[in-house]
């Protein structure tokens, strides 16, 4: 499939609204969500029951040429055997004309690419963690979602009411007005809505084709190292050897007192038993919708100031210097997994790599395996041992004593302004001295054992790129 390319000087971007929709709307939109979650599970069963027939037919000593034929999950494909089985399935056919035809083409979608993703994560062209083969979503655990791209999707004039097919005018718990004006103004396109459920609450997020003038950073010739971490947020290093500190909100902490206590009552109630098929009390939803509330108070906290901190970093500098972390395998710290979800550092990373593009700025990652926190950034010597909990850098050459998170910033801007290139230390950096071990790991790490998923893996040695057959060749194991 073609991947759609804004016009130039146009970018796509996301304005997201809080919906009120009324008791008749709200069924309509749980409707359409379940119709898709029931289309993606079709879907998921059509396809893996031709894996497992011709896993069965080779017990039997069938020929490879007469075994069932791998069915495909290409897009176009999954539509065509669901507009036919739709009338006569009966999962689908009282009800299926209750819907618009987005709710089926959505869950038809997300199961694609979830095959997709699948197929590249076994050949090995998809980074990442391995990926498994698609599962059925539980009607009681499944994010509640769909999108729409044709049809009727507009903004309403007068700036609180939205109109989606099928579902009608829903009115907006916030105005619309900024989004409203540029679309009139022909200065943006609706491209596609999602209606979503988070948090107790609906949402519909807009996907626009917006045009976007370049705005002039304050200071376009300078440029700002960054230095993230756990006791301060962000140290910022500019070229003029100014040195700024951000502190660490730690929303997470500061609640977490008032998230023990609203889990404690969720806890001392009657909850959902899947092993018995016990329902939830009435008392156990007001206090799991308490709780919900906390996590949903501190992750709006969270993402405003990192967008406050991002948003004035893509204004001010020209170039910006961000370290490129190993944010999954800081996790991995059962000491500092917590306080390292809180700060988001990944997020970070994320937003100020497309705010920078929106002000025409540049934005560089210094090497993973530099050793900025060990490297002196006055004359540029490495020590072979800097343990975390020393917080003061002391040069052995030079006799500098600055602050640990000072140093890391100011090196890893003094190697990106000498390679240029936005890799630190390339090969155009000048050599200084480099104690043994100073760029290796000075802790061995346990080798992860491999286990198998025990799920059924097909088996051919068709290419996925054509999306009829499984992606290698190795033979399926059967569940114990």
Known sequence: MKKFRPQPGFVVQAYRFALDPNAAQEAALRSHCG???????????????????????ETYGVPEGTLT?????????????????????????????????EAYSTGLANASAAFDNYAKSKNGKRRGRRMGTPRFKSKHKARLSCRFT???????????????????????HEPTAKLLHRVQADRARILSATVRHERGRWFVSFQIEVKRDLVRVARPEAAVGIDLGVKTLAVMADS???????????????????????????????????????????????????????????????????????TAVAAKYGTVVVEDLNVAGMLRNRRLARRIADAGFGEIRRRLTYKTQRNGC????????????????????????LPLHV??????????????????????LAAIAATGTGVAADLDTPKVSKPRGADHKTRTTRPHRKTGTGRAVPTSSHSRSSGTGPPSSSRPRAVP
Do not use: M
């Not at 993606?40 to 069963?45: E, L, P, Q, R």
């Not at 050793?371 to 004359?379: A, D, E, I, L, R």
């Open 35 to 57: 119709a898709a979650r029931a289309a993606y599970n079709w879907a998921v069963g059509w396809v893996t029951a031709s894996w497992w027939q011709r896993r069965t037919e």
């Open 69 to 101: 034929e791998w069915r495909p999950w290409s897009l176009p494909s999954l539509r065509k055997e669901f507009n036919a089985a739709k009338h006569t399935d009966p999962r689908f056919a009282s009800w299926w004309e209750e819907n618009s035809k």
């Open 150 to 172: 044709t049809g009727t999707i507009r903004l309403d004039a007068d700036g609180r009411h939205v109109t989606l097919p099928r579902l009608g005018t829903i009115r907006v």
């Open 240 to 310: 003029t050897g100014e040195i700024r500190e951000v502190s660490n909100p730690r929303r997470l902490d500061s609640a977490l007192k008032e998230l023990r206590r609203a889990s404690r009552t969720v806890s001392r109630r009657r909850g959902p038993d899947r092993r018995t098929g016990q329902r939830p009390s009435s008392p156990w939803k007001k206090a799991d919708s308490v709780r919900n509330k906390v996590h949903h108070r501190i992750a709006n906290l969270r993402a405003n100031a990192l967008h406050k901190l991002t």
């Open 362 to 385: 540049r934005i560089l990652a210094a090497d993973r395996w530099y050793p900025s926190s060990k490297t002196c950034s006055g004359c540029g010597a490495v020590k072979a041992k």
């Open 391 to 412: 917080r003061t850098y002391e040069c052995d050459a030079c006799g500098l004593v600055i602050d640990r998170d000072d140093n890391t910033a100011l090196a890893a």
